[in-house]
């Protein structure tokens, strides 16, 4: 089993910064591929990013340039961090776990979801 708690979500002005944070416990978090999720109102799951065991990462088109996940395995944590948000970013962001060291944009692929963090963006 894995737990996953996230944090550092909030509200913030467009054009600001956020930065969340996942952090891990259970299954040997170094050898598990991880992702970052987001669901607005009314609308589907989306990826937003992923990052594998030994730190290679995806990004979706929408946040591509602007978004940065990283890991640190010594703490067990996966991070996202945001620049230039947008009102259009405003969702609950989820954080996921695979049982396997490869990330992936496909959510079915994950095996641990957190209970996610809202992030609001005011215009």
């Known amino acids: 089993q894995v737990q996953l708690v996230e944090s550092g979500g909030g509200l913030v002005q467009a054009g600001g910064s956020l930065r969340l944070s996942c952090a891990a416990s259970?299954?040997?978090?170094?050898?598990?591929?991880m992702g970052w999720f987001r669901q607005a109102p009314g609308k589907e799951r989306e990826f937003v990013a992923t990052?594998?065991?030994?730190?290679?990462?995806t990004y979706g088109n929408s946040v591509k340039g602007r978004f940065t996940i990283s890991r640190d395995n010594a703490k067990n944590t996966v991070y996202l961090q945001m620049n230039s948000l947008k009102p259009e970013d405003t969702a609950v962001y989820y954080c996921?776990?695979?049982?396997?060291?490869?990330?992936?944009?496909?959510?079915?692929?994950?095996?641990?979801w957190g209970q996610g963090t809202q992030v609001t963006v005011s215009s």
């Open positions: 259970g299954r040997s978090f170094s050898n598990s591929g």
């Open positions: 990052i594998s065991w030994s730190g290679g990462s």
């Open positions: 996921a776990a695979r049982s396997t060291i490869w990330g992936s944009s496909d959510q079915n692929q994950y095996d641990y």
